[in-house]
């Protein structure tokens, strides 16, 4: 007898087949209408339409093709952002909020909201990480990632200079509560396979209490959201970094882009290394009038709680990439975020217990 839960097992993948092949045929429309709008534009930006690669795509819905313009000395960037789950107007406002301040964001060629289409200016294939990644031994790594990461931090200063209010959304209390409960369901839930009694949900409260009043107890400023080594494109001279995926923009902690690019779920560094690139920022922030505490000591504090509700988000996001959206790839990401996430957890007293709730977890 065929058994029940073989048979759950048999429907869900059958809906998974037919949600692929919904997924396929979707993205097959999508591409006959995107080459169809670059047709329309072929002969005044000297574009091939025929020559379209997939450039990359991200943990959204959104997909990046390079088309080749005719005179094969240059290319464009074209995203393809479906309405129906994505919205292109943010990333093209901010895109100019933030170059207006100073940040080299990818000029906009040509803009469809309503079909999700936008034409970029390319800034080509060397991400920082990539970059950093071909650089052996350590001591050149961490040399050459000091003198990139001291450019991408002078745009943030200037991004962070030019604040005014009402110009993107607020980081506010419930949004950072919200992205931090990723983390209960989908990583320790879900992915660890643990179910919460009262008491451990309790524990989890009273910290997310005091995570959130740290973060909004910073001065606020423009804040990208994931300023790291994959979003950093190298460019040469004075517009380096070229800054991609900023389409998330909001006004929140000042120290969150700091904790993006040091404390990256990508490529890791030794605490010492950290130090010594936070410390040259925040120097250079102070000289430029940003709103940093006095001592470095306090800034680094603020630092650390910041990276811990960015942290303990990720945890969670990277477990429903898995589970949910079928990219298993961010799994073997998870080690680098707890290398973080657990010595924060253990460095400040407010929270002793929920370090040894997730001590306990890890062990089991």
């Given at each position: 007898?065929?058994?029940?839960?073989?048979?759950?097992?048999?429907?869900?993948?059958?809906?998974?087949?037919?949600?692929?092949?919904?997924?396929?045929?979707?993205?097959?429309?999508?591409?006959?209408?995107?080459?169809?709008?670059?047709?329309?534009?072929?002969?005044?930006?000297?574009?091939?339409?025929?020559?379209?690669?997939?450039?990359?795509?991200?943990?959204?819905?959104?997909?990046?093709?390079?088309?080749?313009?005719?005179?094969?000395?240059?290319?464009?960037?074209?995203m393809d952002a479906p309405p129906a789950h994505e919205d292109v107007r943010p990333f093209v406002a901010v895109a100019?909020?933030?170059?207006?301040?100073?940040?080299?964001?990818?000029?906009?060629?040509?803009?469809?909201?309503?079909?999700?289409?936008?034409?970029?200016?390319?800034?080509?294939?060397?991400?920082?990480?990539?970059?950093?990644?071909?650089?052996?031994?350590?001591?050149?790594?961490?040399?050459?990632?000091?003198?990139?990461?001291?450019?991408?931090?002078?745009?943030?200063?200037?991004?962070?200079?030019?604040?005014?209010?009402?110009?993107?959304?607020?980081?506010?209390?419930?949004?950072?509560?919200?992205?931090?409960?990723?983390?209960?369901?989908?990583?320790?839930?879900?992915?660890?396979?643990?179910?919460?009694s009262q008491a451990q949900r309790l524990i989890i409260d009273q910290a997310f209490d005091c995570i959130v009043a740290?973060?909004?107890?910073?001065?606020?400023?423009?804040?990208?959201?994931?300023?790291?080594?994959?979003?950093?494109?190298?460019?040469?001279?004075?517009?380096?970094?070229?800054?991609?995926?900023?389409?998330?923009?909001?006004?929140?902690?000042?120290?969150?882009?700091?904790?993006?690019?040091?404390?990256?779920?990508?490529?890791?560094?030794?605490?010492?290394?950290?130090?010594?690139?936070?410390?040259?920022?925040?120097?250079?922030?102070?000289?430029?009038?940003?709103?940093?505490?006095?001592?470095?000591?306090?800034?680094?504090?603020?630092?650390?709680?910041?990276?811990?509700?960015?942290?303990?988000?990720?945890?969670?996001?990277?477990?429903?990439?898995?589970?949910?959206?079928?990219?298993?790839?961010?799994?073997?990401?998870?080690?680098?975020?707890?290398?973080?996430?657990?010595?924060?957890?253990?460095?400040?007293?407010?929270?002793?217990?929920?370090?040894?709730?997730?001590?306990?977890?890890?062990?089991?």
């Amino acid at each position: 007898m065929i058994s029940l839960a073989f048979t759950s097992l048999m429907s869900r993948y059958r809906h998974r087949i037919r949600d692929q092949q919904a997924q396929t045929v979707s993205m097959d429309i999508r591409q006959q209408q995107l080459k169809a709008w670059l047709l329309k534009l072929a002969a005044k930006h000297s574009l091939d339409p025929e020559q379209l690669e997939i450039a990359s795509a991200d943990a959204s819905f959104r997909r990046y093709f390079r088309v080749v313009c005719q005179d094969q000395r240059k290319s464009l960037i074209v995203m393809d952002a479906p309405p129906a789950h994505e919205d292109v107007r943010p990333f093209v406002a901010v895109a100019r909020l933030f170059a207006d301040a100073g940040m080299t964001t990818p000029a906009i060629v040509e803009e469809a909201p309503e079909l999700g289409f936008l034409l970029l200016e390319d800034f080509g294939d060397h991400t920082y990480l990539q970059v950093l990644d071909q650089h052996r031994p350590e001591s050149e790594r961490v040399a050459l990632a000091s003198a990139l990461y001291r450019e991408a931090g002078s745009a943030l200063c200037s991004i962070q200079l030019a604040t005014r209010a009402n110009q993107l959304p607020l980081f506010d209390a419930s949004r950072l509560r919200d992205e931090m409960e990723l983390w209960p369901r989908w990583y320790i839930e879900r992915h660890k396979g643990k179910t919460l009694s009262q008491a451990q949900r309790l524990i989890i409260d009273q910290a997310f209490d005091c995570i959130v009043a740290r973060c909004l107890a910073q001065a606020q400023v423009y804040v990208h959201r994931d300023f790291h080594s994959r979003n950093l494109m190298l460019l040469a001279g004075a517009r380096n970094p070229g800054v991609l995926d900023f389409q998330d923009a909001v006004i929140g902690p000042i120290t969150y882009d700091l904790v993006s690019l040091w404390r990256d779920a990508y490529i890791a560094w030794d605490e010492e290394v950290q130090l010594d690139g936070l410390i040259r920022w925040w120097d250079q922030a102070r000289k430029r009038g940003l709103p940093v505490d006095d001592a470095f000591s306090d800034f680094w504090t603020a630092f650390e709680w910041v990276g811990l509700q960015r942290h303990l988000k990720i945890l969670g996001i990277f477990a429903r990439l898995h589970y949910r959206d079928g990219k298993e790839r961010y799994l073997a990401d998870l080690p680098v975020v707890l290398s973080y996430t657990l010595p924060v957890l253990m460095r400040y007293q407010e929270l002793a217990a929920l370090a040894d709730l997730v001590i306990e977890w890890l062990e089991s």
